[in-house]
């Protein structure tokens, strides 16, 4: 079955890079999405990767991709205090042939920064 | 371009009632997708939409339910409600077809006592 693990907090100092990381279980996911949830709000998406790329980078953000290890990770460069957050990855899972993809999401990362 | 809106954001209902949660998908989005976040958990899917017709589910029981209109929003019903159906409920719409990525609305809080 397919599985997303987290570690469930993370604390840094401000202006220290984050490194959030994630594994799955699911060799033939395609994309793999790092979401971000702020306190009493819905989900941000901050960034995807197809599965047949490395590392993708977007202004602070990097992301990491190890497929051989099934191992996802979102850096976040300079970590500023308004970065506090949960952190959720999640892969796609492909039903009905193909036609349909839902999200399996990990529990999420407790990003914590400290001024 | 107007994201995606839920209505209400909170919901305070006893057990055994019924529910109605509403969404607006965000403008040139006809794929609706329903997701449940228990407290402390990851989203978890309950079932997607595409051109008001049901597309997927979760492990879901058949008392949660939803509608998808003619102009892309979406109602997910629930009925006989069960104190285990506290939760938050994220309503999120894309473009067709299972790669374009979902976009959340900020979610209804729904409180069973």
């Known amino acids: 079955g397919e599985d997303v693990e987290q570690s469930l907090f993370l604390s840094v100092r401000e202006g220290d890079s984050s490194v959030i990381n994630c594994t799955y279980t699911?060799?033939?996911?395609?994309?793999l999405y790092w979401y971000k949830q702020e306190p009493g709000a819905g989900l941000q998406l901050l960034t995807y990767?197809?599965?047949?790329?490395d590392m993708k980078q977007d202004q602070r953000l990097t992301v990491l991709l190890n497929k051989k290890d099934k191992h996802l990770s979102l850096r976040i460069a300079d970590t500023q205090t308004g970065d506090s957050a949960i952190y959720f990855c999640?892969?796609?899972?492909?039903?009905?042939?193909?036609?349909?993809?839902?999200?399996?999401f990990g529990k999420g990362t407790k990003l914590s920064v400290k001024p | 371009e107007t994201g995606v809106t839920q209505s209400p954001t909170h919901l305070i209902k006893t057990r055994g009632q019924q529910v109605t949660l509403r969404c607006s998908s965000q403008?040139?989005?006809?794929?609706v997708s329903w997701y449940q976040q228990a407290l402390g958990q990851g989203p978890q899917f309950i079932f997607q939409?595409?051109?008001?017709?049901?597309?997927g589910r979760g492990n879901f029981p058949p008392r949660f339910s939803g509608l998808q209109f003619p102009n892309y929003s979406s109602e997910l019903n629930v009925n006989a409600l069960e104190l285990d159906d506290s939760a938050l409920y994220l309503c999120?719409?894309?473009?067709?077809?299972?790669?374009?990525?979902?976009?959340f609305g900020n979610g209804t809080r729904l409180t069973v006592t």
């Open positions: 999120a719409s894309s473009l067709d077809g299972p790669y374009s990525p979902l976009h």
């Open positions: 699911d060799s033939s996911s395609t994309y």
């Open positions: 990767i197809f599965s047949n790329m």
């Open positions: 999640a892969e796609l899972a492909m039903n009905y042939g193909g036609s349909q993809g839902n999200l399996i």
């Open positions: 403008s040139g989005h006809n794929t």
């Open positions: 939409y595409y051109r008001e017709e049901e597309n």
